[in-house]
């Protein structure tokens, strides 16, 4: 009996032994699975797809994109809150990320999201209808100021950065403004076009600029010009300070825990994406500006878009229906 008990202890410490002696297995040793919270076909959709099959080159794993749409993009990122903390599970952040924690009940601790890295931000444009009496932004801020009843701006919809963006613009330059929102953002841009509202604020469009485009840009949110719009001055130039900077934005975000190993080679197979010429160009196509970024840089500026937003929407009283 001792001699098996003692045959039997050997055993299982040789065992434990040669589990410890294993090497670990590699990260990631199973497929990435890439949450986006809209549906396929959109700008966000659009710039996971164009770096998932790079990332997943890069990873020597496949990054798989899963739309999880819904509630303005909190059910996916909902998912990712719930999921292993192993770095397996990345989520395609967006502008409503910044904007949700002070809009809806999360269901989840901001927390738990891990800002990996920053891909884009996306330039906000204040257009009126090409026929509209004001050429300049200061212009068009004096005659609000100056009518009883202030000016009217489309968004597509309560809690959109398109609602949000003019938000802040009007409590920046003192300007009265009414909210008329619409189911999206091409029955606002219509509603811009059919003279229906005075000004709207939106992400650029080739189409802007266009010959015989019923549009007219007045101004970009940023201090220097896009390269897209050589003509329209930046906010800055209008006479407006730097603090009217407004971007909508791409990042990527992992379950809080995960792994520093699987951070870093998250962080440099986005970046190995980006980098590739062809999705440079597509991002580009789309009137997206890549940025360069690291993990502190992207947390640091989300914290300030969950700061900002949610202190529009407390002043302005916005809630979602």
């Known amino acids: 009996m001792i001699a098996r008990r003692?045959?039997?202890?050997?055993?299982?410490?040789?065992?434990?032994?040669?589990a410890l002696a294993r090497p670990a297995l590699a990260w990631p040793d199973r497929q990435i699975r890439l949450l986006v919270g809209f549906a396929p076909g959109?700008?966000?959709?659009?710039?996971?797809?164009?770096?998932?099959?790079p990332?997943?080159?890069a990873l020597g794993q496949s990054v798989v994109v899963e739309n999880r749409p819904g509630a303005s993009a909190n059910i996916a990122a909902a998912a990712l809150a719930s999921s292993p903390p192993d770095g397996h599970t990345v989520l395609m952040g967006a502008f409503a990320h910044g904007v949700n924690p002070s809009l809806i009940r999360l269901g989840y601790d901001l927390s738990e999201l891990k800002p990996v890295l920053q891909l884009?931000?996306?330039?906000?444009?204040?257009?009126?209808?090409?026929?509209?009496p004001w050429q300049t932004?200061?212009?068009?801020?004096?005659?609000?100021?100056?009518?009883?009843?202030?000016?009217?701006?489309?968004?597509?919809?309560s809690g959109t950065a398109s609602h949000l963006a003019p938000e802040l613009f009007a409590r920046r330059v003192g300007l009265k403004a009414t909210h008329v929102p619409f189911r999206g953002g091409a029955p606002a841009m219509q509603a811009v076009m059919g003279r229906q509202v005075d000004f709207m604020c939106e992400n650029p469009q080739p189409a802007f600029m266009a010959p015989g485009s019923p549009i007219r840009p007045?101004?970009?949110?940023?201090?220097?010009?896009?390269?897209?719009?050589?003509?329209?001055p930046a906010i800055t130039e209008?006479?407006?300070?730097?603090?009217?900077?407004?971007?909508?934005w791409h990042g990527l975000f992992t379950r809080n825990g995960a792994p520093e190993e699987a951070v870093q080679k998250l962080v440099a197979a986005a970046r190995a994406a980006m980098a590739r010429p062809e999705v440079r160009t597509r991002i580009e196509s789309l009137t997206i500006e890549p940025v360069?970024?690291?993990?502190?840089?992207?947390?640091?500026?989300?914290?300030?878009?969950?700061?900002?937003?949610?202190?529009?929407v407390r002043e302005a009283g916005i809630t979602v229906q």
């Open 42 to 53: 959109g700008a966000v959709d659009t710039v996971a797809r164009l770096i998932a099959g």
């Open 238 to 248: 209008a006479g407006f300070g730097a603090d009217l900077t407004i971007n909508s």
């Open 292 to 312: 360069e970024s690291s993990p502190a840089d992207f947390a640091a500026f989300f914290a300030g878009q969950v700061e900002t937003w949610g202190r529009v």
């Open 6 to 18: 003692s045959l039997l202890g050997t055993g299982l410490g040789m065992g434990a032994a040669l």
């Open 137 to 157: 932004a200061a212009e068009l801020v004096a005659a609000g100021k100056a009518k009883p009843d202030g000016l009217t701006y489309a968004s597509g919809g």
């Open 55 to 57: 990332m997943g080159e």
């Open 120 to 132: 884009t931000r996306v330039p906000t444009v204040l257009i009126v209808h090409k026929d509209s």
């Open 218 to 232: 007045l101004a970009v949110f940023r201090d220097t010009r896009l390269p897209l719009f050589p003509d329209v």
